[in-house]
């Protein structure tokens, strides 16, 4: 079983900051991706940013220059520093990772608890 540890969301001002935090644990063998969703009170859950095995990154264009993914490999960690917040940042945020776990033949997402993070104007 692969366990996911999720930390760090809670209520800040406009323009502070916060840094989430994601662990995966359990007989890893390979992590192909890890990205960050959030989902706000009544809307889908949507992609904010990944990161790749080669360490490549993608983000949603309202986060641009304001989150930065990273990952450590030797913890299967990934982690969002989030500068410059807005209110619209406010919403639940889930890590998700798309892992091969020891003994399994295929790839499969493995998702987070959620980590809740408010934005005050």
């Known amino acids: 079983q692969v366990q996911v540890v999720e930390s760090g969301g809670g209520l800040v001002h406009t323009w502070g900051s916060l840094r989430l935090s994601c662990s995966f644990s359990?007989?890893?063998?390979?992590?192909?991706?890890m990205l960050w969703y959030r989902q706000a009170p009544g809307k889908q859950r949507d992609l904010v940013a990944a990161?790749?095995?080669?360490?490549?990154?993608n983000y949603i264009r309202s986060v641009k220059g304001r989150f930065t993914i990273s990952r450590d490999n030797a913890k299967n960690a990934v982690y969002l520093q989030m500068n410059s917040l807005k209110p619209e940042d406010t919403a639940v945020y889930y890590c998700?990772?798309?892992?091969?776990?020891?003994?399994?033949?295929?790839?499969?997402?493995?998702w987070g608890q959620g980590t809740q993070v408010t934005v005050s104007s």
């Open positions: 998700n990772g798309f892992l091969l776990k020891q003994g399994d033949a295929d790839y499969r997402d493995y």
């Open positions: 359990g007989n890893i063998f390979s992590t192909y991706a």
């Open positions: 990161i790749f095995s080669n360490n490549a990154t």
